[in-house]
Structures are given as structure tokens and as C-alpha cells.
């Protein structure tokens, strides 16, 4: 069964450009995460999909962050336009539900320059 | 505001020996108690998730323990291998489904 899938691995930007990252979760999970983790750090809840419906976006930064999950499959995260600070791994996780265990992807480094 | 800390921050070991690292938690009520190993530059992968009126999970060499009435968690790694070198992270799922993420141990593994 193939994991979460994430792209892209790496992505360096100038700031004030725009960024996407895009998700793909495992077939069948309802619940789908996207996490932001600095160095040194655990993950930090940026917005929480039941299906299609965002159910936590309480810590989306909504003045330049944005998500959308079509379908209540795929998603996919956009920062415009990208600061300095926004630098961080961002990690897709999905789960059968709000109570299950969770399965990362890789995630997706960005370099903000 | 509900917190979860874990110690020490980092931590070195050689090779063979046993290691157990702490969680220390507010979080009140809770539904269950995650371990995750995140290794350099990959997402985090689950060790053991533990409710509330569960005391210890194994998943081989990991083993995990929970004291709901002092808010503690240890993961105990016997028999170390370098492959265990990693980040350790515990998480705490509140009732409401969110979870509160630690800052992890970072474990190293010598030869």
C-alpha cells in the first residue's frame, strides 16, 4: 500500500514569492494534516481535513497561508506570499480518523531566501 | 494551556545499552498517548499509541509505559542499534482529537 505522498522534497523561493505543496494522502483516510516543524521541534497543527471540510484551521496564518482539499482527497498548501520565517518543514499526515494513528509523508522542505 | 515536555532535550548512548526517555504532561482528560520516531529529515513514524487505561505497549525493542495519575510516560529502547538513532516524540491527543506535540529527545547512538 503506498504511504502518504508529498512534492515537492525541496523547494527554495526569494521572499514574497509564492510556494505550493501538495499532498497526497493513503487511500481510504478521511483525516488529513498539514503540519509545519521547525528545527529542533515537534510538529505544529497548521489545519486538520474531515474529508473535505476543515474542521481546525485555528493556526493557519489565513493572511498568506491557504489549503484546500478537493474531493476530500488530495490537498494542497499555499504560502503567498512566502517571508523569511515561513522557512520550516512542512509535513501531510493522514488517518483513518481523528482518533487513529498517523502516517506522514516525507515532507517538503522550504528555503525562504 | 495544556503542554507536553519531554526529557533530557538530547541524549548519547553506545551502541547495546538500554535508554528510557520521559513525558511529562497537563493535558486533562486525554484519549490517548502517541511515541513517535522521526528520523533526520523524514516525517514521523509511530511507535505505540496508548489509552488512557492502558499502562504498557511493546512494539519490539520499544516500550512504552503510562501513569495517568502522575501524568508521566517513558519509552524504554532496549538493546540500542545505531538505527535507532532518531528523534522521540510524544504526543497527547486531547478529547477533542487535537494533539499536543512535544519538542522530542534526540537520541544518538554511538558504535
Known amino acids: 500500500e503506498a504511504g502518504v505522498v508529498q512534492s515537492p522534497r525541496y523547494k527554495i523561493i526569494e521572499k514574497k514569492q509564492p510556494v505550493a505543496f501538495w499532498c497526497n494522502p493513503i487511500?481510504?483516510?478521511?483525516?488529513l494534516y498539514w503540519y509545519r516543524q521547525n528545527l529542533g521541534q515537534g510538529p505544529e497543527l497548521l489545519i486538520r481535513?474531515?474529508?473535505?471540510?476543515?474542521?481546525?484551521d485555528s493556526q493557519l496564518p489565513k493572511d498568506r497561508f491557504s489549503a484546500e482539499r478537493l474531493k476530500g482527497v488530495d490537498s494542497t498548501l499555499k504560502i503567498q506570499p512566502a517571508e523569511l520565517g515561513d522557512s520550516a518543514v512542512y509535513l501531510c499526515?493522514?488517518?483513518?480518523?481523528?482518533?487513529?494513528?498517523?502516517?506522514f509523508g516525507e515532507g517538503s522542505r522550504l528555503t525562504v531566501l | 494551556k495544556n503542554q507536553v515536555e519531554q526529557s533530557p532535550q538530547s541524549l548519547i548512548i553506545l551502541e547495546g545499552k538500554n535508554c528510557t526517555l520521559q513525558?511529562?504532561?497537563?493535558?486533562?482528560?486525554?484519549?490517548?498517548l502517541r511515541w513517535y520516531k522521526q528520523d533526520t529529515g523524514r516525517g514521523p513514524v509511530s511507535l505505540t499509541i496508548?489509552?488512557?487505561s492502558e499502562n504498557t505497549k511493546s512494539n519490539g525493542r520499544y516500550t512504552a509505559t503510562l501513569d495517568a495519575d502522575t501524568k508521566q510516560s517513558s519509552l524504554h529502547i532496549t538493546a540500542s542499534q545505531l538505527s535507532d538513532s532518531a528523534s522521540y516524540i510524544c504526543?497527547?491527543?486531547?478529547?477533542?482529537?487535537?494533539?499536543?506535540w512535544g519538542a522530542g529527545t534526540k537520541l544518538i547512538i554511538k558504535p
Open positions: 499526515a493522514s488517518s483513518w480518523d481523528p482518533t487513529g494513528e498517523l502516517f
Open positions: 513525558c511529562n504532561y497537563t493535558v486533562s482528560p486525554f484519549s490517548n
Open positions: 487511500s481510504g483516510h478521511n483525516t
Open positions: 481535513y474531515e474529508n473535505e471540510e476543515a474542521v481546525d
Open positions: 504526543v497527547v491527543s486531547e478529547i477533542n482529537y487535537q494533539l499536543i
Open positions: 496508548m489509552t488512557f
